[in-house]
């Protein structure tokens, strides 16, 4: 098949359009910018960080931002989190260091054995009861936290896209989970007011999408993705939702659409019911509803146990 708008072979088609390779770029970021621009998602001068995993997905958002840092006139930061995990992430942070370089990119490494005196498979065998995942999760936060202070970073960008939001959507409204549910769209954060905005540029943009722009431009780690699994139940709605996609081509982008809409009419009468106060920790300053935030509690528990 040949492009729509030249005489080059297609490589990607969407609705009644095909792409080469070059117009599937100025789509894949013509797209992204008017996200930007219609959510107004980035103002001049802002100093964004961007949590790089070293994965696709991540990359090819803090390749994007890099590429258009004069034209919205921000500074960006790609910020990664080495939780110490030994041959789990070392091909991906190189892949990762690799692109920095050739780009021009500046990369911030936060080590988890750096602030909280140990590395997490370390952390795991001394408190047996608390989960992986809730001992990463927090002290991923705390560290992302740590360096926007460290880097002035006013807004964190993550990568998350059109298929990713629509399945959390439908896995809040099946889990009645409401509070979770407001919080979506391409600007979050404003419900949690101390905290820092994130924004999604990519945010309608698809899975498939993403993927073809980091193979283009060569931003795919060669050892393949993180190796946390999704978890069963969003397996699920993702195959049943990309049933009906194969079926009415454009549903995830037209019910994300209209969720929005919806959502942001609801979005202001939650804020004034729940106006939730965040005090700082007592220890490190993190916002938390506590007296100590769940970082500095982790921390104590280690030392003490
Ligand atoms: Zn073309
Ligand atoms: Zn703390």
């Not at 599937?24 to 980035?42: A, D, N, V």
């Not at 698809?206 to 931003?219: G, R």
């Not at 019911?273 to 007296?291: A, F, Q, S």
Request: net charge neutral; proline share 2%; aromatic share 14%.
């Amino acid at each position: 098949m040949k492009c729509s708008f030249c005489n080059n072979n297609a490589i990607y088609r969407y609705k009644d359009l095909y792409y080469c390779k070059d117009h599937f770029i100025k789509y894949f970021e013509e797209k992204t910018i008017k996200t930007i621009e219609k959510y107004s998602l980035i103002k001049e001068g802002d100093i964004i960080g961007v949590g790089v995993s070293g994965g696709k997905d991540s990359n090819a958002l803090l390749y994007f931002l890099n590429k258009y840092t004069e034209y919205f006139n921000i500074k960006v930061y790609g910020v990664h989190i080495d939780e110490g995990i030994k041959g789990y992430r070392d091909k991906d942070t190189l892949k990762l260091l690799e692109i920095a370089r050739l780009y021009n990119i500046e990369i911030k490494i936060y080590k988890f054995e750096d602030y909280f005196n140990t590395r997490l498979e370390d952390a795991l065998k001394i408190s047996r009861d608390m989960k992986s995942c809730t001992i990463c999760g927090v002290w991923r936060r705390w560290l992302m936290w740590k360096a926007s202070k460290d880097l002035d970073i006013n807004k964190f960008a993550t990568a998350h896209n059109l298929n990713d939001e629509l399945q959390t959507i439908i896995m809040n409204i099946f889990e009645d989970n409401i509070k979770d549910l407001l919080k979506t769209g391409p600007y979050t954060g404003i419900i949690e007011t101390d905290f820092i905005p994130r924004i999604k540029p990519f945010y309608f943009n698809s899975e498939k999408e993403n993927y073809i722009y980091s193979i283009i431009n060569n931003l795919a780690p060669i050892y393949g993705e993180c190796s946390f699994i999704n978890g069963e139940f969003r397996e699920y709605i993702r195959s049943k939702l990309y049933n009906i996609e194969n079926i009415y081509e454009g549903f995830h982008e037209e019910l994300l659409k209209n969720i929005l809409e919806i959502i942001n009419n609801a979005k202001v009468d939650f804020k004034n019911m729940n106006n939730i106060k965040l005090n700082k920790c007592k220890i490190c300053g993190y916002p938390t509803t506590r007296e100590i935030c769940r970082a500095c509690e982790i921390r104590l528990e280690l030392k003490n146990g």
